[in-house]
């Protein structure tokens, strides 16, 4: 094993056993570090324990060059901070060289949501008539009232549901949250689970709430082309993914009155800087809304 590899699984079981780092964290970060590590040895013939300020900067240039989004630069500055702090703690190192590296701001690219009138086109979709559609409607309206992510929707298990209450427990990265639903999200998912899932099912111990025709857990690619389908037969041009869902939950909330630390507590966000990005969304919307519908404007 090479000192790299001895440093990054150093660095990997620092993640697990100390920050709790799901697994799509962990991929992310040990990939950011491969390819820093193949990036320095190409341009500047170091290792990653030499790299330097400069080094760090030059690398940030050279991904937005290449085309690399905001939030992969940002995600990448993470990793390296988080890394050799994790080396300065262990004394590998006598300083952070990513401490002090930023990054050239960009305006950050907003969301985008869906109006109600296509939030409710959009949730009208689903053949009711059809196990299926129970299933995708289950789905789709329990998204939209709750606003968790995909991998938290396809996550969620039987007990994770209080149907009587109208809540749903959801197990985040970091914490558990409890979300209530209203009224017709509760109704779809009885009906769901009353007369489609018991059939759906491969196994009867099966833990997964939502299962796909195979009667396994749904995956997020087979939910994904679920909601493409499902954009196509609205007819709605916006492009709508899972995620899509999330962002009007939030932004309608808002709209009616909501409290930002509420709304903020709902999506599990750890940072309240990252709720506030809805503010400027409704205000977008509402401005856009305006300069259509204003006789004057």
Not at 214 to 234: E, L, P, T
Request: aromatic content about 8%; charged content about 30%; glycine content about 6%.
């Amino acid at each position: 094993m090479t000192e790299l590899e001895k440093s990054l699984r150093d660095f990997e079981g620092y993640l697990k056993k100390e920050k709790n780092a799901s697994s799509n964290t962990l991929s992310s970060y040990l990939r950011d570090l491969r390819q820093f590590g193949e990036w320095l040895r190409n341009t500047a013939e170091k290792t990653l324990l030499q790299a330097g300020e400069e080094d760090i900067s030059a690398y940030y240039r050279f991904l937005r060059a290449s085309g690399k989004s905001q939030s992969t630069v940002q995600r990448c500055s993470a990793t390296l901070r988080s890394y050799y702090a994790h080396l300065l703690e262990k004394r590998k190192l006598k300083d952070n060289p990513a401490r002090h590296v930023t990054m050239d701001r960009q305006k950050r690219k907003l969301p985008q949501i869906l109006s109600s009138s296509e939030v409710e086109q959009f949730l009208e979709q689903p053949d009711t008539q059809e196990a299926k559609g129970i299933r995708d409607k289950a789905m789709l309206e329990l998204l939209y009232a709750t606003g968790i992510r995909v991998s938290e929707l396809i996550g969620l298990d039987i007990g994770d549901v209080n149907l009587s209450v109208g809540f749903i427990r959801c197990r985040g990265e970091t914490k558990e949250r409890v979300i209530p639903m209203y009224k017709v999200a509760v109704k779809a998912l009885k009906d769901y689970l009353e007369d489609v899932r018991p059939a759906m099912v491969d196994e009867v111990d099966e833990p997964a709430l939502f299962v796909n025709l195979g009667g396994s857990r749904m995956s997020r690619q087979g939910f994904w082309k679920i909601v493409k389908a499902y954009q196509k037969k609205a007819g709605i041009e916006k492009e709508i993914t899972p995620h899509t869902l999330r962002h009007s939950f939030a932004a309608h909330l808002l709209v009616n009155g909501a409290d930002l630390k509420d709304i903020q507590e709902m999506l599990g966000h750890a940072d309240l800087s990252t709720t506030q990005i809805y503010t400027q969304v409704v205000q977008d919307h509402l401005t856009e809304v305006y300069q259509k519908a204003h006789p004057r404007a």
